[in-house]
């Protein structure tokens, strides 16, 4: 088993829709949590960064943990054509830049049409 | 603009020899990652650095070699000891905070 799980789709709405993407994981020394968007042949770039359980927001963009399910979610809001791409979930036990190994899932492929 | 800059976007190789990836990072940040990034598997660690002249073999570092003489470069060499090298590869740097981790563009190295 995968220490982090993630549905590969891909996943296909339409514009303005809301959107859930969607991570388990095992390790229950995850404390750092992360959602990348990566466009097709370019590098990952971070979305959000959270830290323990709870919510946070930026724009049109959710991030839920909840370490007692072992389960993250980001959620997109009114989606746009432009929010097309494969979204990356990742985690650690520490913060960025120790020893700290960053476990990343498979990736969502998303596609919002018009 | 700060950022990180991988050289080249794409790179072909013939079996048998060895080849090396640039990364050069301008965000004054302490630590660098090389990732690799295979369809259906997600990105697997391949060596990090924290510091100038320290570095430690990630999940999967066999056939692989860094160096890490200043705190902007991090280049990797892919030797001929790589079994299956065609891969997308991704180098990354962070800060020891929660502003994340800043990738580069990647290189696409193709065997052949």
């Known amino acids: 088993q995968k220490e982090v799980e993630q549905d590969p789709g891909p996943l296909s709405v339409p514009e303005g829709a809301i959107v859930s993407l969607n991570c388990t994981y095992s390790n229950s020394a995850f404390q750092y949590f992360m959602w990348y968007r990566q466009y097709s042949r370019k590098g990952p770039e971070l979305l959000m960064y959270t830290y323990s359980s709870g919510n946070k927001e930026d724009g049109r963009f959710t991030a839920q943990v909840d370490k007692s399910s072992k389960y993250i979610s980001l959620f997109i809001r009114d989606s746009q054509p432009s929010d097309s791409a494969t979204y990356l979930c990742?985690?650690?036990?520490?913060?960025?830049?120790?020893?700290?190994?960053?476990?990343f899932g498979t990736g969502t492929r998303l596609q919002v049409t018009l | 603009d700060g950022g990180i800059t991988q050289s080249p976007k794409y790179l072909f190789r013939k079996e048998g020899q060895n080849v090396t990836l640039s990364c050069e990072q301008n965000l004054n940040h302490d630590a660098m990652y090389w990732y690799r990034q295979d369809p259906g598997q997600g990105l697997r660690l391949i060596y990090y650095?924290?510091?100038?002249?320290?570095?430690q073999k990630g999940d999967i570092a066999e056939g692989y070699s860094v160096s890490r003489e200043k705190k902007e470069s991090f280049p990797l060499t892919v030797t001929s000891a790589q079994k299956n090298p065609t891969a997308f590869y991704l180098c990354?740097?962070?800060?020891?905070?929660?502003?994340?981790?800043?990738f580069g563009s990647g290189t696409r190295l193709t065997v052949v």
């Open positions: 990742a985690m650690s036990r520490g913060p960025a830049g120790t020893a700290s190994k960053l476990t």
């Open positions: 650095s924290q510091i100038v002249n320290d570095f």
């Open positions: 990354a740097s962070s800060m020891r905070d929660l502003n994340g981790y800043t």
